[in-house]
């Protein structure tokens, strides 16, 4: 994530040299936007506020979403830094409603910024839409705002999250987390959710994903030094290492094991078996 720190140091340098240098002593307004880098996705006009929704990506899609929050006050012309935020998104199908993994939003280092993610499971398309529902309180009271909002594939077509069926007989989905791939032992991670009904998807924990990467269109080889993805309590992720030999396409096949050891969904990569039914997708 780009710093936030950073602009507010560059924005507090350039007060203090106009302070030192203006006989004015009238408060200083610092107009700089935090997340001026970043994409602004949506802009909800609601109950006298606008609800403004930023991304490092210039789209929603499917897989790990991370977003940013700010809320501007159309009466004082400022953003709420005090504000509590809840979000549930809602996928609008022909046959029934969901919503998808998600996190709490709470408070990055500058006040008037709010931060979670959302794991998006399917696309929207001509009939079928997601929606974000708001539900934010400040100053004790408390306020409703809906936007219709369309989520895309990635635009490189690569498979970054899984929906399915376990050998448990419950729901799960699985989330590669964002990586810039190198030639390389690289950190690697992701996140896995259990459905518990069509609107709470609880983080599962304690689990293992084994990683076997292959490159399908190199005779199918593998790589070394690859370590499996250990549950880390305190991030909420499944990490661990994941080795690229070379550029071009691999296939992240996929084992998802329960905290007894059984497996749940994914086969192992043979002679007879070139891949998996669980895997994500790189290529750089």
């Not at 709010?114 to 398309?125: C, T, V």
Request: charged share 20%.
């Amino acid at each position: 994530m780009k710093t936030i720190k950073l602009l507010f140091a560059i924005a507090f340098l350039a007060m203090v040299f106009t302070s030192c240098t203006d006989e004015n002593d009238d408060p200083i307004t610092i107009t700089e936007n935090p997340l001026e880098e970043f994409n602004l996705l949506t802009s909800i006009d609601a109950n006298n506020h606008i609800i403004e929704v930023y991304s490092e990506q210039n789209q929603y899609t499917i897989g790990y979403n991370e977003l940013f929050y700010r809320i501007k006050d159309q009466g004082t012309a400022s953003y709420v830094s005090n504000a509590e935020i809840k979000l549930t998104p809602v996928m609008h199908m022909v046959s029934m409603m969901h919503s998808c993994p998600k996190s709490a939003i709470v408070k990055t280092e500058d006040a008037s910024v709010y931060k979670g993610y959302s794991i998006f499971q399917m696309p929207g398309n001509a009939d079928e839409y997601w929606e974000f529902n708001f539900e934010y309180t400040i100053n004790g009271q408390t306020y409703e705002a809906s936007e219709r909002v369309a989520v895309d594939a990635p635009t490189d077509g690569k498979k970054r999250v899984s929906s399915f069926m376990g050998a448990d007989d419950k729901r799960y989905i699985i989330a590669m987390m964002p990586i810039e791939p190198e030639v390389k032992v690289n950190d690697f991670s992701a996140m896995v959710f259990t459905m518990k009904n069509m609107m709470q998807f609880p983080l599962v924990e304690n689990y293992t994903i084994l990683i076997d990467p292959r490159m399908p269109g190199m005779g199918n080889h593998s790589s070394p030094n690859n370590e499996h993805l250990n549950f880390d309590a305190a991030t909420g992720m499944y990490t661990g290492k994941l080795s690229l030999t070379m550029t071009g396409y691999w296939k992240i096949n996929l084992k998802l094991m329960s905290a007894a050891d059984e497996v749940l969904k994914g086969e192992d990569v043979t002679d007879e078996n070139e891949g998996s039914s669980l895997y994500f997708e790189l290529e750089f």
